[in-house]
């Protein structure tokens, strides 16, 4: 069965310093992944996807991400966070028909000035 | 281009009684799927309709339902309201019926049933 874990619920990191969120995930077989963000009171964005192909995906907002088959994980990164990215990030698996996704738990962050 | 709306944007109820929530997808998109957002569960797939077909089913009760217009507009309709059923509902868009296309999500309809 599909999953997603996110193991840090909540992080704590000062503006311009660099960031991470882990995620991992199950699925049989090449997974669809992605990560969404949720601003408080708002949907869900989507900041990157990977399908396929280069295991270094790029997104928007200077967040990448990468996929790493052997440790069966997406994780996010950024090199320097801005007050702005304070927000839920959620990461997700998606299955090749239909569009039923697996969301984690989701990461809290909160930037500090 | 418009993006997803959902209507109403907060609804308060009873329990036993039953409510009907709207979403209205992008213009072109033909698949629009449902979740619903708590704080114990996360975010939990509810169903997805592509041309008026629902075409996956999440774990829920009978008591949830949905159904998609020829417009590609959704509705789902939670009947005989519980606590529990307090949540953030979303709504989310796309193209076609399949993770390659992204899932445009709209800014969600907040229940509570009291």
């Known amino acids: 069965a599909q999953s997603v874990t996110q193991p840090d619920i909540h992080i704590t990191v000062s503006e311009g310093a660099s960031l991470e969120l882990r995620c991992n995930y199950s699925?049989?077989?090449?997974?669809?992944l992605f990560w969404y963000v949720q601003s408080p009171g708002q949907g869900l964005q989507l900041l990157l996807k990977?399908?396929?192909?280069?295991?270094l995906v790029q997104g928007i907002k200077g967040f990448e991400a990468e996929f790493k088959r052997s440790q069966s994980s997406f994780n996010l990164r950024k090199p320097s966070v801005h007050w702005s990215d304070a927000a839920e990030y959620f990461c997700?698996?998606?299955?090749?028909?239909?569009?039923?996704?697996?969301f984690g738990t989701g990461t809290s962050l909160t930037v500090i000035p | 281009k418009a993006g997803v709306t959902q209507t109403p944007r907060y609804l308060i109820k009873t329990r036993g009684q039953q409510v009907t929530l709207s979403c209205s997808p992008i213009?072109?998109?033909?698949?629009v799927s449902w979740y619903q957002q708590t704080p114990g569960q996360g975010l939990q797939f509810l169903f997805e309709?592509?041309?008026?077909?629902?075409?996956n089913k999440g774990n829920f009760p009978g008591r949830f339902s949905g159904r998609q217009f020829s417009n590609s507009r959704s509705e789902m309709n939670v009947s005989t309201l519980e606590l529990g059923d307090s949540a953030l509902y979303l709504c989310?868009?796309?193209?076609?019926?399949?993770?390659?296309?992204?899932?445009?999500f709209g800014p969600g309809t907040r229940l509570t049933v009291l």
């Open positions: 309709y592509f041309s008026e077909t629902q075409r």
């Open positions: 213009s072109g998109h033909r698949s």
């Open positions: 990977y399908f396929s192909g280069d295991t």
């Open positions: 699925y049989g077989a090449t997974p669809y």
């Open positions: 997700a698996v998606g299955t090749p028909t239909g569009n039923q996704f697996y």
């Open positions: 989310a868009s796309s193209l076609s019926s399949g993770s390659t296309d992204t899932q445009y």
